[in-house]
């Protein structure tokens, strides 16, 4: 694999020139082009930002500001308008197409910044997701870095327990004084080997310790994203479903549709103002930390393990070439590894401590004539040699090339490329639907005075259904002689009552069974003599006492009077009169004889 050159494309180009959109503070004093991402709130660096979101709320009052004193012009101006062809037809129709187009171009917008939402939230959780993976290979390494740290303090001890032993036995050996001292010197080159080791491995440590802020930094990361994502999810959402609403007024041509949606509007355009006047400074300052966040990294991150990180978005795995393969390998394990970190220095001292024991193992065996205590010890340190070589190995896997170049690589684009760019887009789009809904609302009040009311009424079918007439569904003017509580009715019964007393009183004297005029035949009744003009029930109410003479116990039925014989109906009115009083009971089922 070839050496990796930087590629720029259209998101660090965008990236370049966002950055060097420039600053002020609150005396309007242009900062310094090096002045560092920083996120402190007294800062000068936030007071820019600031500055950035007043200057887009000012611009929205500007906007706002013009669309008020338009519709007041409108309302003043449009009534005083004699132009014939004002509600013409064919200036209806364009109005309505410039409606419709406008809200078009006010949809695709709000799906670019959904989009750029989508966007921003998938690259920043694959962020989120490669920097929990470089956090938790870091941990790991300190857990070994640690358990090897133990390793070399148990091996000094075992070394100074071999010393002592060494000491006390050399008494008893004649004429090995050379030996001896070679023993001695290669004690003390293990254990100068085993200190030095452990100052590199508490350097690795203090280095690493700053990983808990890429912890802390993930977590809060991911819970920021989720309330970001939901705020630039909901609120287009809403502004859609009452663009939409307003779309279809428009379509209908419907007056009051579209003064509605020009309040509703008029919402939706302030809204959008605000997300602008909130999304543009926030995605300066993404720049900014993009292009030149060391100095804000240092605060939290101490040099070394900053150049780490940076090692392994440089690093390749690319073979030397031309050397031998024993070479070649100790090159590239080199290469493999950051050098802010003396990973390769411990492998040396490791390796180094093997040589230097097997030595001293094999000279105290021929100096000591295979002692048992001395064997002992030197098994001891020998285990804790091959221990440090497996934690040594373990750290070298966990913090070489290939095991984070991909999640360091991963994390840079997502978030200072990918998520910028969903950044960038949602700002560009947001200024850009500020612009088009101030258009609309600019066109929508030309149409107060120019659409229709749209009828409420309801129209009555010309045609009568053959499966349900209408006269099936007529309902009767007089239902449950309920009329005898409207004044006028009662007047209208009275009326009627009186001119239709003298052919009562002839009626009403017929004998029992005989049919007289104005009368007709009742089903289901043996004498079947119903009185035709008979007065109902109301007017029975409102005529006077000598009409009501009857005797105790007599049945008046609507318009019927039973005097006698078996006179049988379905339903009807009944009353009572008793001693010259009409008590009226209500309704009935079924009335059969007495």
């Known amino acids: 694999m070839g050496e990796q050159q930087p590629r720029t494309n259209f998101a660090d180009w965008l990236l370049k020139w966002t950055h060097r959109v420039p600053h002020f503070d609150f005396r309007f004093n ?12 007294n800062g000068e660096y936030a007071q820019s930002l600031v500055i950035l979101c007043a ?27 004699g132009t014939p062809n004002r509600t013409s037809r064919t200036r209806i129709g364009r109005l309505s197409c410039a409606l419709f187009l406008v809200s078009v171009l006010c949809f695709a917008l709000m799906g670019a910044c959904l989009y750029g939402n989508e966007h921003v939230n998938k690259s920043v959780r694959e962020s989120t997701g490669a920097l929990a993976h470089v956090a938790n290979a870091f941990r790991v390494a300190m857990e070994k870095t640690h358990k090897l740290n133990e390793s070399q303090w148990h091996l000094s001890r075992h070394i100074d327990q071999l010393t002592l032993l060494i000491e006390q036995k050399s008494k008893d050996v004649i ?27 508490g350097r690795t440590l203090a280095i690493l310790a700053d990983t808990q802020f890429l912890e802390a930094a993930k977590r809060k990361g991911e819970r920021v994203e989720l309330e970001r994502w939901l705020l630039c999810l ?14 279809i007024a428009f379509c209908r041509q419907s007056r009051k549709g579209a003064i509605i949606f020009s309040g509703l509007g008029l919402v939706i355009f302030l809204v959008t103002w605000l997300l602008f006047s909130a999304a543009f400074p926030l995605t300066v300052a993404y720049a900014d ?21 940076q090692f392994y978005s440089d690093c390749t795995m ?19 590894v950051p050098g802010a970190l003396p990973l390769a220095m411990i492998r040396q001292l490791s390796m180094e401590q093997n040589e230097a024991e097997h030595k001293l193992e094999a000279l105290l065996a021929r100096l000591f004539n295979g002692s048992a205590e001395i064997e002992s010890v030197t098994a001891q340190i020998a285990a804790q040699i091959i221990t440090t070589a497996r934690l040594e190995g373990a750290v070298h896997s966990a ?30 789009t947001l200024f850009v639907l500020g612009l088009s809904l101030f258009i609309l609302l600019i066109l929508v009040s030309k149409s107060w005075y120019i659409f229709t009311r749209l009828p409420n009424d309801y129209s009555e079918v010309d045609n009568d259904d053959q499966f349900s007439p209408r006269g099936h569904d007529a309902m009767p003017d007089n239902i449950y002689d309920t009329n005898i509580f409207n004044p006028r009715a009662r007047q209208h019964l009275a009326n009627t009552s009186a001119a239709e007393s003298g052919g009562m009183a002839q009626n009403s004297t017929a004998p029992n069974g005989t049919v007289t005029a104005g009368t007709v035949q009742l089903r289901n ?8 003009n008979a007065p109902s029930w109301q007017q029975q109410l409102l005529t006077s006492h000598a009409n009501a003479s009857a005797p105790a116990g007599t049945l008046r039925l609507g318009t019927l009077t039973r005097n006698g014989g078996a006179i049988r109906t379905s339903a009807g009115n009944y009353q009572q009169i008793s001693n010259g009083n009409i008590n009226p009971y209500g309704r009935f089922q079924e009335f059969g004889n007495a």
Do not use: Y
């Open 30 to 41: 242009r900062l310094r082009q090096e002045t560092p991402f920083d996120v402190d709130p």
């Open 525 to 532: 009744s043996p004498e079947g003599i119903m009185q035709q």
């Open 234 to 247: 909901l609120l287009p959402l809403i502004m859609l479903s009452v663009l939409f609403a307003g779309v």
């Open 399 to 428: 913090l070489q090339c290939s095991a984070l170049h991909h999640d360091i690589l991963g994390m840079q684009h997502g978030f200072c490329r990918h998520g910028f760019f969903g950044s960038a887009l949602i700002s560009f």
């Open 175 to 201: 004429n090995q004084t050379t030996m001896i001292r070679e023993a001695d010197s290669l004690l003390t080159e293990l254990s100068d080997k085993v200190d030095e080791l452990k100052q590199r491995l």
């Open 318 to 336: 690319q073979e030397p070439t031309n050397i031998s393969p024993e070479a070649a390998t100790k090159a590239l394990g080199d290469k493999l």
């Open 289 to 309: 930390f993009c292009s030149d966040g060391r100095p804000f990294l240092r605060t939290h991150l101490n040099d070394e393990l900053i150049d780490v990180i």
């Open 55 to 81: 200057l887009s709320l000012l611009l929205a009052l500007l906007f706002l500001l013009a669309t008020l004193l338009w519709w007041v012009a409108q309302c003043c101006l449009a009534h005083r308008s």
